[in-house]
């Protein structure tokens, strides 16, 4: 008999296999994380999750015999039949009877675990910010130095020591440079000599050692190494999110709850794409402030609404820190589309000379009232479609259940073809 | 005697001395003769990846054992299901996976059961012997995936892909149900694989690429009959059948269907006999396990442990139980096993009766093992299920006839006249020939449009299940090149549906 522990052996050995399913099931995968995604807690979503494939997406179809047809059984467990008893078909279809082992097609769904990767993969796969390329990532490229083995040349802050003794040192034993303990053991052999001849032999014998040791010199140019550095340019993709919300009492939880998860879809896309990427959130009532995320997210605010304050705080923010030479700058704005009248002109004036020239892009989500779709615009929808109207990189969109977040979001965030701005 | 371990853990000396007297009960008390034993250790994961590739240690890879992984796996995380506690492998040496989380009860338990119950029944069973190559199935299935994946590099995943799924949707009807007239040897079909692909490259000439095709002429000599004869028709193993005539498949393609025929074919045993293989294993833990206990090579305690898990793999629940499986194999073997010992060593005056052969014959070992090397589930059944048992487990008989309108009707019950349709019925049930639906490839038309043409002959009016049908005829249509008709004919000859599938244009691309 043998023995053999396993357990040690690679582990993952259906990873392959598993890797295989899901490319197949890339369809069905990014409809179940759709799904899935409706029904739960957004920020779960960063742990990766469970979804539910249908198994018929994914069948294996063989030839087995369907409902119908004449059936015989043996079952165990009688307790008061007698032959000749006719007993009720169980509702529902031809089969009839309990449920019989072999029959029938298994299950018609199963849970699928992925992990974090994977989730978030199908879940943003497509999705990319418009025009982050276009602006600056060419020019701005920042430069690290990266290890690059060693070089001849080099200045002398950089010599790579070990190398060097090393290089020395074979240098040495290969030319045969006389070390200085034979050089001791004869000069004592020679204090120690009586006879004549023998002294003045082994004198000249130092004297060659002693000059082999100058020839030979116990570190040689030739030697020595400075490690190489090597510049390797990064890309640096450097973009602040702006995320704009109206928190005023005319916003009902509803709404906000709508734009929080449009922007928690946002904080995760981001999150998950790009390195270099700073948020900044603003809320607004009738005036702005710029707050922490929690805040942003959680705490609560009442007063009027005045739209243009929040755009004023984005441009004071930019002014300050994120000067639109070195940054991609992007926006996302929801609000209820309650903006006071007065304001209109203010708010029309910052977009167009502050904001818009600013931005790379800039996503305006209008939230309703959940099952009510509203027929009429809303001023702020009109000013903004009116902007869109002359080219400006606007995307305009309603929503009012949270059923819809994610297509839109989808949408908004599309891969593009070329260039082309904002699709309505 | 000594006991074998305490408590629960266990290192490799206990595996050791466990196995070393499991053997010494298996082989001189209950007179078994099994291969070589490897039993190996693993963790839940890899027993996990071991049930995605249908059990088997190393196996080519396929998205469909990412899925089965995927679906084992999301069961054993809920807590929905436990694993088996064993995997064992019909080689030689006979490979029996142990997990690492078991106790050392667990591991007796296991060692008894795979690597002396089932160990026996691989190596003696009629079914195992005639199908299966103990010897060489690790070697073939090296070299199975090894040749998948160089074919996967050559043609690519896709093309691969698609061959094997069309394959593995026909494994079912990609079995020899009759032996032929030479026993399987794996390596020498490994060796032949690569003979003819060093025939083929030595014989290669590029010039015949260049010959003029005349008009066919042998197509339209051929008469119906002779034709039939030519492509071996009918004929009912469909893989066979499509590796040997389809006209445009690739060499490579072919050696996959081959190779999923022979893995279909070395797990045809196994699907005949899964009562009495389940049956013979629960048997002789039940023996070993008893037989420790009594040299107090067991504790009590862990006796008991032992019985906990026993009677929770023989529990067979009633037909009106809210989870009824259908019988458990393991409890109705288990049952039938030890009633026969009872048959022989204590009989009643019914099974005289009905077993007058073995009734009181007095070694219900030497009866055991010769039923055990003789016999799969259907014939097993249908001679020693005795009335007893039946009463014991209270079976009845039911029909579902859709032509009667009012409901199903109760056939039989366990009564004296009930007892012999009752055991024909369940023997009936265990026999795939009977359980399959019996799909034959009848006639192609070659002088015509290349149309195959495949005959389900319907037993019982039970019609194949449409769309599954449909999916795999256009598997089949793919394999084939042109198109394929599927008729469902009744005994009468009335043909009661049919299917038709043309090759997709991919395929045909390939």
């Not at chain 2, 094997?164 to 399987?184: E, F, I, Q, T």
């Not at chain 2, 469909?238 to 050696?255: D, H, I, M």
């Not at chain 2, 090149?481 to 599927?486: A, E, G, I, N, P």
């Given at each position: 008999?043998?023995?053999v522990d396993?357990?040690?052996?690679?582990?993952?050995?259906?990873l392959e296999?598993?890797?295989?399913?899901?490319?197949?099931?890339?369809?069905?995968?990014?409809?179940?994380?759709k799904?899935?995604l409706?029904?739960?807690n957004?920020?779960?979503v960063?742990d990766?999750g469970?979804?539910?494939?249908?198994?018929d997406?994914?069948e294996?179809?063989?030839?087995?015999?369907?409902?119908g047809?004449?059936?015989d059984?043996v079952?165990?467990?009688?307790?008061?039949?007698?032959?000749?008893?006719?007993?009720p078909?169980?509702?529902?279809?031809?089969?009839?009877?309990?449920d019989?082992?072999?029959e029938?097609?298994?299950?018609?769904?199963?849970r699928?675990?992925?992990?974090?990767?994977?989730f978030?993969?199908?879940?943003?796969?497509?999705?990319?910010?418009p025009?982050?390329?276009?602006?600056?990532?060419?020019e701005?490229?920042?430069?690290?130095?990266?290890?690059?083995?060693?070089?001849?040349?080099?200045?002398?802050?950089?010599?790579?020591?070990?190398?060097?003794?090393?290089?020395?040192?074979?240098?040495r034993?290969?030319?045969?440079?006389?070390?200085?303990?034979?050089i001791a053991?004869?000069?004592?052999e020679?204090?120690?000599?009586?006879?004549?001849?023998?002294?003045?032999a082994?004198?000249?014998?130092?004297?060659a050692l002693?000059?082999k040791?100058?020839r030979?010199?116990y570190?040689?140019?030739?030697?020595?190494?400075?490690?190489?550095?090597?510049?390797e340019?990064?890309?640096?993709?450097?973009?602040?999110m702006?995320?704009l919300?109206d928190v005023?009492?005319?916003?009902?939880e509803?709404?906000?709850?709508?734009?929080?998860?449009f922007y928690?879809l946002?904080y995760i896309?981001?999150?998950?794409?790009?390195?270099h990427?700073?948020?900044?959130?603003?809320?607004?009532?009738?005036?702005a402030e710029?707050?922490?995320?929690d805040?942003?997210?959680h705490?609560p605010?009442?007063?009027?609404?005045?739209v243009?304050?929040?755009?004023?705080?984005?441009?004071?923010?930019?002014?300050?820190?994120?000067s639109?030479?070195?940054?991609?700058?992007?926006?996302?704005?929801?609000?209820?589309?309650?903006?006071?009248?007065?304001?209109?002109?203010?708010?029309?004036?910052?977009?167009?000379?502050?904001?818009?020239?600013?931005?790379?892009?800039?996503?305006y989500?209008?939230?309703?009232?959940?099952?009510r779709?509203s027929?009429?615009?809303?001023?702020?929808?009109?000013?903004y479609e009116?902007?869109?109207?002359?080219?400006?990189?606007?995307?305009i969109?309603?929503?009012?259940?949270r059923?819809?977040i994610?297509?839109?979001?989808?949408?908004?965030?599309q891969r593009?073809?070329?260039h082309?701005k904002?699709a309505? | 005697m000594?006991?074998?371990?305490?408590?629960?853990?266990?290192?490799?000396t206990?595996l050791?001395r466990?196995?070393?007297?499991?053997?010494e009960?298996?082989?001189?008390?209950?007179?078994l003769?099994v291969?070589?034993?490897?039993?190996?250790?693993?963790?839940?994961?890899?027993m996990?990846?071991?049930?995605s590739?249908?059990?088997?240690?190393?196996?080519?890879?396929h998205?469909?054992?990412?899925?089965?992984?995927?679906?084992h796996?999301?069961?054993?995380?809920?807590?929905?299901?436990?694993?088996?506690?064993e995997?064992?492998i019909n080689?030689?040496?006979c490979?029996?996976?142990?997990?690492?989380?078991n106790t050392?009860?667990?591991?007796?338990?296991?060692?008894?059961?795979?690597?002396f119950?089932?160990?026996?029944?691989?190596?003696n069973?009629?079914?195992?012997?005639?199908?299966?190559?103990?010897?060489?199935?690790?070697?073939?299935?090296?070299?199975?995936?090894?040749?998948?994946a160089r074919c996967?590099?050559?043609?690519?995943?896709?093309?691969?892909e698609r061959?094997?799924?069309?394959?593995?949707?026909?494994?079912?009807?990609?079995?020899h149900?009759?032996p032929?007239?030479?026993?399987l040897?794996?390596?020498?079909e490994?060796?032949?694989?690569?003979?003819r692909?060093?025939?083929?490259?030595?014989?290669?000439?590029?010039?015949?690429?260049?010959?003029?095709a005349?008009?066919?002429?042998?197509a339209?000599d051929?008469g119906?009959?002779?034709?039939?004869?030519?492509?071996?028709?009918p004929?009912?193993?469909?893989?066979?059948f499509?590796?040997?005539?389809a006209?445009?498949l690739?060499?490579w393609?072919?050696?996959?269907?081959?190779?999923?025929?022979?893995?279909?074919?070395?797990?045809?045993?196994q699907?005949q006999?899964?009562?009495?293989?389940?049956?013979?294993?629960?048997?002789?833990?039940?023996?070993?396990?008893?037989?420790?206990?009594?040299?107090?090579?067991?504790?009590?305690?862990?006796?008991?442990e032992?019985?906990?898990?026993?009677?929770n793999?023989?529990?067979?629940p009633a037909?009106?139980?809210?989870?009824?499986?259908?019988?458990?194999?393991?409890?109705?073997?288990?049952?039938?096993?030890?009633?026969?010992e009872r048959?022989?060593?204590n009989p009643?005056?019914?099974?005289?009766?009905?077993?007058?052969?073995?009734?009181?014959?007095?070694?219900?070992?030497?009866?055991?093992?010769?039923?055990?090397?003789?016999?799969?589930?259907?014939?097993?059944i249908s001679q020693f299920?005795?009335?007893?048992l039946?009463?014991?487990m209270r079976?009845?008989?039911?029909?579902d006839?859709?032509?009667?309108?009012?409901?199903?009707?109760?056939?039989?019950i366990?009564?004296?006249?009930?007892?012999?349709?009752?055991?024909?019925?369940l023997?009936?049930?265990?026999?795939?020939?009977?359980?399959?639906?019996?799909?034959?490839?009848v006639?192609?038309?070659?002088?015509?449009?290349r149309?195959l043409l495949?005959?389900h002959?319907?037993?019982?009016?039970?019609?194949?299940?449409?769309?599954a049908a449909?999916?795999?005829?256009?598997?089949?249509?793919d394999?084939?090149?042109?198109?394929v008709?599927?008729?469902?004919?009744d005994?009468?000859?009335?043909?009661?549906?049919?299917?038709?599938?043309?090759?997709r244009a991919?395929t045909?691309?390939?």
């Amino acid at each position: 008999m043998n023995i053999v522990d396993r357990r040690l052996n690679p582990r993952g050995k259906a990873l392959e296999n598993r890797q295989r399913f899901l490319r197949r099931a890339k369809g069905v995968v990014q409809q179940a994380v759709k799904q899935s995604l409706q029904s739960r807690n957004i920020r779960d979503v960063l742990d990766g999750g469970e979804v539910s494939i249908p198994m018929d997406g994914m069948e294996e179809p063989s030839l087995r015999r369907g409902a119908g047809g004449m059936r015989d059984h043996v079952l165990p467990g009688n307790k008061t039949f007698i032959e000749g008893d006719v007993l009720p078909r169980s509702g529902g279809g031809s089969g009839g009877k309990p449920d019989k082992a072999g029959e029938g097609a298994g299950e018609d769904a199963f849970r699928f675990v992925l992990t974090r990767e994977e989730f978030l993969n199908v879940f943003l796969d497509d999705l990319e910010l418009p025009d982050l390329a276009k602006r600056r990532l060419t020019e701005t490229e920042h430069e690290s130095p990266v290890r690059a083995g060693y070089s001849v040349s080099g200045s002398p802050a950089n010599i790579a020591v070990n190398r060097t003794t090393r290089l020395a040192m074979m240098r040495r034993m290969a030319l045969r440079r006389p070390n200085p303990e034979t050089i001791a053991r004869l000069e004592a052999e020679i204090a120690a000599c009586e006879e004549d001849g023998l002294r003045l032999a082994l004198e000249d014998k130092v004297k060659a050692l002693n000059a082999k040791v100058r020839r030979i010199p116990y570190i040689d140019p030739v030697d020595v190494r400075y490690r190489r550095y090597e510049n390797e340019p990064k890309p640096v993709a450097q973009a602040v999110m702006f995320c704009l919300m109206d928190v005023s009492s005319s916003m009902t939880e509803h709404m906000k709850d709508l734009a929080k998860r449009f922007y928690m879809l946002l904080y995760i896309f981001l999150a998950q794409r790009y390195r270099h990427v700073e948020l900044v959130f603003i809320r607004h009532t009738d005036r702005a402030e710029e707050v922490d995320e929690d805040t942003f997210f959680h705490s609560p605010a009442t007063g009027g609404t005045l739209v243009s304050s929040a755009l004023e705080a984005m441009r004071a923010v930019i002014a300050k820190r994120y000067s639109p030479e070195d940054w991609n700058i992007y926006a996302a704005q929801a609000s209820d589309g309650d903006n006071s009248y007065s304001d209109e002109a203010a708010t029309e004036r910052l977009l167009k000379d502050a904001i818009l020239p600013a931005s790379q892009y800039f996503a305006y989500l209008e939230v309703g009232e959940s099952g009510r779709e509203s027929m009429s615009h809303s001023a702020l929808l009109r000013l903004y479609e009116r902007l869109r109207a002359e080219g400006a990189p606007l995307s305009i969109r309603k929503v009012s259940h949270r059923n819809e977040i994610f297509p839109v979001f989808r949408e908004l965030f599309q891969r593009r073809q070329g260039h082309e701005k904002a699709a309505s | 005697m000594e006991p074998l371990f305490e408590g629960a853990d266990w290192s490799f000396t206990t595996l050791q001395r466990i196995h070393d007297a499991c053997q010494e009960i298996a082989l001189s008390e209950l007179g078994l003769d099994v291969y070589p034993n490897q039993i190996e250790v693993i963790t839940a994961e890899q027993m996990l990846d071991a049930y995605s590739s249908t059990g088997m240690p190393l196996f080519y890879k396929h998205w469909s054992f990412g899925k089965h992984f995927a679906h084992h796996e999301a069961f054993y995380r809920k807590g929905l299901r436990d694993l088996a506690y064993e995997i064992v492998i019909n080689s030689s040496p006979c490979v029996s996976y142990l997990m690492e989380e078991n106790t050392a009860t667990m591991q007796t338990l296991v060692i008894a059961h795979a690597a002396f119950g089932h160990n026996h029944f691989f190596k003696n069973n009629y079914l195992f012997k005639t199908w299966t190559d103990a010897e060489g199935i690790l070697d073939y299935l090296d070299f199975a995936k090894g040749y998948i994946a160089r074919c996967e590099e050559r043609h690519g995943q896709a093309a691969v892909e698609r061959t094997l799924d069309a394959a593995h949707a026909l494994m079912s009807h990609g079995v020899h149900r009759y032996p032929g007239k030479s026993k399987l040897d794996l390596r020498q079909e490994e060796r032949r694989e690569r003979e003819r692909r060093a025939h083929e490259e030595q014989i290669f000439n590029d010039l015949w690429r260049t010959v003029p095709a005349g008009p066919s002429k042998s197509a339209l000599d051929l008469g119906a009959e002779r034709r039939r004869t030519v492509l071996g028709l009918p004929q009912d193993n469909l893989l066979y059948f499509l590796e040997k005539s389809a006209p445009r498949l690739q060499a490579w393609q072919r050696e996959i269907l081959r190779i999923v025929r022979h893995v279909a074919q070395y797990f045809h045993p196994q699907r005949q006999t899964k009562v009495m293989n389940e049956g013979t294993a629960t048997y002789v833990h039940y023996r070993i396990m008893t037989r420790l206990h009594e040299k107090q090579a067991i504790s009590d305690g862990n006796f008991l442990e032992f019985l906990t898990s026993h009677s929770n793999v023989v529990f067979q629940p009633a037909f009106d139980h809210p989870r009824f499986p259908g019988f458990n194999p393991y409890a109705l073997g288990f049952a039938m096993m030890q009633d026969l010992e009872r048959i022989v060593t204590n009989p009643e005056a019914e099974d005289r009766e009905w077993f007058p052969d073995i009734a009181g014959s007095g070694d219900a070992m030497a009866v055991l093992r010769d039923i055990w090397a003789n016999y799969r589930d259907e014939s097993f059944i249908s001679q020693f299920l005795s009335p007893r048992l039946m009463r014991q487990m209270r079976m009845f008989h039911i029909c579902d006839d859709p032509a009667r309108t009012e409901g199903v009707v109760v056939e039989a019950i366990h009564d004296e006249a009930g007892y012999r349709r009752i055991r024909r019925q369940l023997a009936r049930e265990y026999d795939i020939s009977w359980t399959d639906p019996n799909i034959e490839v009848v006639d192609v038309d070659l002088a015509g449009d290349r149309r195959l043409l495949l005959r389900h002959t319907v037993v019982n009016g039970c019609l194949l299940q449409d769309t599954a049908a449909t999916h795999v005829l256009q598997h089949i249509a793919d394999l084939w090149s042109y198109d394929v008709r599927l008729q469902e004919v009744d005994p009468t000859g009335t043909v009661l549906k049919e299917h038709v599938a043309s090759p997709r244009a991919m395929t045909r691309a390939a």
